[in-house]
């Protein structure tokens, strides 16, 4: 079984100096992403969260250190609660999985994942409970999130009559994703696939956002991943409700009109805008100051959530 990891021993065993490449590791490198690398057990893959940080899909020179601890575990933490709801990509014994492969860096396990062989879905599944970034940026255009008509007169931030699926295209590596529909989405992985996917993205943000409101957090929106097994079964993979993937509000304070403080890295994105950057890698260096604020924003919401 995967027993949780206290904050206490997470918050203590954080690097000083941010992880934003992997010194080798003895098994055979299949991709990297913008904070993931991804290596082949043979019969498992192996997840790896570094200290990297994206902005505006570009990776920055500066990384947040212990982000990817921070994030793993949270996740480990999620696909614990969420297992009644869908199975999850982890093998069933981390601790067990570690030692049998050698990995005895207690860094390396605190930021690395053992996971299911699987075929990732071809879209990522959005779900929204309040009107916020690109979904409000839709909607003052068009009335519309997705295809989907929305009531007049809604402000932003304003919690919507009721959560709602907004997926996007999985676009290559320096490509953004892109907003579908549902005709699309259907033709992208087939009507039951689809119709399976938004009920249990539905079901889980709903899920994750009483939780998280027990924790002092709004959760607005968030984004899931998923994948097959040979014999179509659906498992929840990747990262799940961290501040990466979601965006945490503070519920002490949450005014709709406006754009609530956040436990994620548009703390980061908000800094940026007030620079002269055309937004193409590479990016800026990031102050000390602003390094320093964001680890503490990633470090609060798991506090608030497993503190």
């Known amino acids: 079984m995967n027993s949780p990891v206290s904050f206490a021993e997470i918050a203590a065993s954080l690097p000083t100096k941010a992880v934003t490449s992997l010194e080798s590791l003895p098994f055979p490198h299949l991709a990297s992403g913008k904070v993931r690398e991804i290596f082949d057990l043979g019969d498992a893959l192996l997840l790896v969260a570094t200290d990297r940080l994206s902005a505006f899909d570009v990776v920055l020179p500066d990384g947040i250190p212990g982000k990817g601890a921070i994030l793993t575990q949270m996740?480990?933490?999620?696909?614990?609660?969420t297992a009644g709801l869908v199975p999850n990509h982890l093998l069933p014994d981390q601790p067990g999985e570690f030692a049998r492969r050698g990995l005895t860096s207690r860094d390396l396990q605190l930021r690395s994942?053992?996971?299911?062989?699987?075929?990732?879905?071809?879209?990522?599944?959005?779900?929204r409970g309040y009107l916020i970034g690109s979904g409000w940026s839709a909607y003052q255009k068009t009335g519309e999130v997705c295809g989907l008509k929305l009531p007049a007169g809604l402000?932003?931030?304003?919690?919507?009559?009721?959560?709602?699926?907004?997926?996007?295209?999985k676009a290559p590596k320096g490509r953004h994703d892109e907003p579908i529909n549902e005709a699309q989405g259907v033709a992208a992985i087939g009507a039951a696939l689809y119709e399976k996917v938004k009920a249990t993205s539905l079901a889980l943000y709903q899920f994750g956002h009483d939780?998280?409101?027990?924790?002092?957090?709004?959760?607005?929106?968030?984004?899931?991943?998923?994948?097959?097994?040979?014999?179509?079964?659906l498992f929840l993979i990747d990262e799940v409700l961290t501040p990466d993937s979601s965006r945490y509000w503070p519920a002490d304070d949450y005014r709709p009109g406006?754009?609530?403080p956040s436990y994620d890295k548009q703390f980061v994105r908000d800094y940026l805008l007030t620079l002269?950057?055309?937004?193409?890698?590479?990016g800026p260096r990031l102050p000390a100051e602003i390094i320093a604020r964001t680890r503490d924003k990633y470090l609060q919401a798991l506090r608030n959530l497993i503190g």
Request: charged share 25%.
């Open 155 to 169: 402000r932003q931030a304003d919690k919507l009559p009721a959560p709602i699926f907004t997926p996007t295209t």
């Open 258 to 260: 406006c754009s609530p």
């Open 211 to 233: 939780r998280a409101r027990r924790a002092g957090m709004i959760l607005a929106d968030t984004k899931f991943e998923f994948g097959t097994d040979a014999a179509g079964n």
């Open 276 to 282: 002269e950057w055309d937004q193409r890698a590479p």
């Open 75 to 81: 996740s480990n933490w999620w696909f614990a609660q």
């Open 113 to 127: 994942m053992i996971v299911r062989k699987l075929t990732p879905l071809a879209i990522e599944c959005v779900a």
